[in-house]
């Protein structure tokens, strides 16, 4: 037997290790395990080259849980070590790496940025062993080794009787490290890191129920059979080619990476890329709902099929979190922080090349088929607008097939939009006024009075809606936006048949006055407007401006700070030309007109879901009153 002292400036480097590695302790399985692939696909090679005489075989690696003997085995049957081999990749490159990591990271411990993501290697079996073996055989005809280590820089190496090729790797599993010796965890680890690793994982066994052999009765139990259990999918579909995929494949995928999920993706994007970086993966549209904050982090990032984490900001562009799948790439710096990451050359190409692969996606998706692109624009408006608020490049190819529904269901682009309301929708200055309703059910009356003047109205409700119609307004030439029950109603658009007032001057005067005096809560702004007389008497308006900073305050826009909070401020238009109202300005007791403006302002209230609470009960109780 020969003992050894590894060479490290600092007499015990590992109670250091552990305590920079405190949050991340599991990722020493996912390392083992990679250096386990590493092996075995190593020999893959040098047999396919001819260098190593060996049959290669269908090789797997196994972990084994020896709870008694507080054990914890890592067995592989890749090149193993020779014992030069070992003195050389253990005991000095593995260490050296080790000492180098804790030199150049001592000040950056608390960054989980960097340490999450730092393999470590064979060193971190130290963060959770107090005594590591390695027993190995080499595939060159030399002897096995058994080296073992306590922790301390000293190290001994002796003979070994191993027989097969491969190497075992032993963690006597220290103290306050048990829980990596139940099966349960293990399973969970093995689940989050190695589930789609190229050579098959075993894991115990399980129990397989065979087919009933012929002429079986009906109460004879089916026959079972122990069998290995492998838990990874070592041929995971996006290390395939895309034309080796059908639709059903990508699907399945998708289940396999999100168990729990049931709703269906509405479609897939197979990334596959080699120069000037590598990168493959495969991204999923899921249905999207208005609440954004619950769909991030979806997408999983894998070097070489070895998940690293799902957190991917930086990598993809932040409108794209809240897609899902995998993306596997070796040149993804892993060792650096957030913000670096962000910066990296590298990594803004990546990021780039992503957004045009779902940019193109989408555009080839609303070319070849707009019926079902129309048909999930629902379900994806909202990576879209997020995407044109954030990204220039990505706006100015969405701009072509970003769709504007209509209430009635009708979708334009941007453009047919234009072209379809240039005759019907401008203002006094030819400027195009684009009229949209939020929510249909609660602007419905409005909806209905602006297409009963032959206007058409867009159904916009996405949380964000706000923010792309500024950018747009700021980016497109003589285009407006405003909402149904905004004031741009009947300023801005055109009045080609201006309605005459059946009021003369003095009555307006006179209404106006009678108004104000039951009409005192200064919210209000009173306008009389002659309009058709099958107009409602009451309207509440709202100016759009106002409304719309109000909302991109709420979704967070850029740029609002120091406006505070906004007074609510309504347009209270009087329709002279209605009958109600004549009766208003004509009745002859103060009492009746008073009712009459209250219940008629209240009206108005009531259709612009302003009336609520008290005041909706007091209401609904003198309505009662009156149809007595
Ligand atoms: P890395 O994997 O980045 O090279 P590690 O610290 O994980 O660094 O491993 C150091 C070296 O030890 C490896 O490069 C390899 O040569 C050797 N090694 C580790 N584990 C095994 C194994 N299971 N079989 C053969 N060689 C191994
Ligand atoms: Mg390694």
């Known amino acids: 037997m020969a003992t050894g002292k590894i060479n490290v400036s600092v007499d015990n480097i590992f109670p250091l290790i552990k305590k920079f590695l405190y949050s991340d302790h599991e990722i020493f399985l996912r390392e083992l395990i990679s250096n386990a692939t590493d092996a075995t696909l190593k020999l893959k090679h040098l047999s396919s080259i001819g260098e190593a005489k060996v049959e290669y075989g269908n090789p797997i690696i196994e972990i084994k849980v020896d709870k008694e003997g507080k054990k914890l085995h890592i067995i592989d049957q890749g090149l193993g070590m020779t014992e030069e081999e070992i003195k050389k990749y253990i005991n000095e490159v593995a260490f050296s790496g080790a000492e180098e990591f804790l030199d150049k990271y001592k000040d950056a411990g608390k960054d989980a940025g960097i340490i999450g993501h730092f393999g470590l290697g064979f060193y971190s079996a130290f963060m959770v062993a107090d005594k590591v073996e390695i027993i190995t055989k080499s595939f060159k005809d030399e002897p096995a080794v058994h080296w073992s280590c306590d922790g301390s820089p000293e190290f001994t190496i002796e003979k070994s009787e191993k027989e097969d090729r491969g190497t075992e790797i032993v963690l006597h599993i220290a103290d306050d490290s048990t829980e990596f010796l139940e099966d349960g965890r293990i399973t969970e680890l093995l689940t989050k890191y190695n589930k789609f690793m190229p050579i098959p994982i ?40 895309p034309a080796d995929l059908k639709d059903e494949d990508y699907k399945s995928f998708y289940r396999e990476l999100y168990p729990m999920q049931f709703e269906e993706p509405l479609f897939h ?71 670096y990451l962000q910066a990296d050359g590298a990594v803004k190409k990546i990021s780039s090349y992503i957004t045009r692969k779902v940019a193109d996606k989408l555009s080839s998706l609303f070319k ?23 990204e220039e490049k990505f706006f100015e190819k969405a701009d072509k097939f970003a769709l504007f529904p209509t209430v009635d269901g009708k979708f334009y682009t941007f453009d047919e939009m234009k072209e379809a309301l240039k005759d019907k929708q401008t203002d006094k200055d030819d400027k195009l006024v684009v009229l949209y309703a939020s929510d249909k059910e609660a602007q419905h009356s409005y ?38 029950d905004a004031d741009h109603l009947d300023n801005l658009i055109k009045k080609d048949d201006t309605q005459i007032s059946k009021l003369s001057d003095e009555e307006k005067e006179s209404l106006k006055t009678k ?7 200064k919210g209000y702004t009173i306008q009389l407007e002659a309009m058709d007389s099958d107009s409602a008497p009451f309207i509440i308006t709202e100016p759009e401006f106002m409304r719309r900073m109000k909302e991109m305050q709420q979704t967070g826009g850029g740029g609002m700070f120091g406006m505070g909070n906004m007074p609510e401020m ?10 109600l109202v004549g009766e208003i300005l004509n009745t002859k007791t103060a009492k009746k007109r008073e009712r009459l403006i209250n219940q008629s302002l209240d009206l108005a209230r009531l259709s612009k879901g302003l009336l609520k609470g008290e005041e909706l009960t007091n209401f609904i109780k003198r309505s009662y009153e009156m149809v007595k």
Do not use: C
């Not at 026959?223 to 999918?233: A, F, G, L, R, S």
């Not at 070849?368 to 879209?384: A, G, L, P, Y």
């Open 202 to 241: 075993k894991f115990g066994t399980k129990t397989e129920t065979l087919p009933k052999p012929e002429g079986a009765k009906e109460e004879d139990p089916a026959p079972t059979q122990e069998v290995d259990n492998i838990i990874n999918n070592p041929n995971p579909a996006w290390t395939k080619q």
């Open 269 to 339: 994007i197979h990334l596959n890329v080699d120069y000037p970086f590598n990168l493959t993966g495969i991204l999923y549209f899921p249905k999207l709902t208005n609440d954004l904050s619950v769909q991030r982090d979806k997408i999983q990032l894998y070097q070489n099929q070895v998940f690293v984490t799902d957190n991917v900001e930086g990598i993809v562009p932040e409108f794209l979190t809240m897609l899902r799948g995998v993306i596997d790439s070796p040149d993804i710096p892993l060792n650096v922080s957030r913000s």
């Open 368 to 390: 070849n088929n707009r019926e079902e692109f129309e048909s999930k624009w629902n379900d994806i408006k909202i990576v879209i607008e997020y995407g044109m608020l954030s």
């Open 447 to 484: 909806i209905e009075a602006a297409k009963n003047k032959g206007y058409e109205v867009l159904l916009m409700d996405s949380p964000i809606i706000s923010h792309l119609m500024q950018k747009l307004e700021t980016s497109k030439e003589n285009i407006s936006f405003a909402r149904v």
């Open 515 to 521: 108004l104000e005096e039951v009409i005192t809560d």
């Open 570 to 579: 309504y347009n209270l238009i009087v329709n002279t030309n209605n009958e």
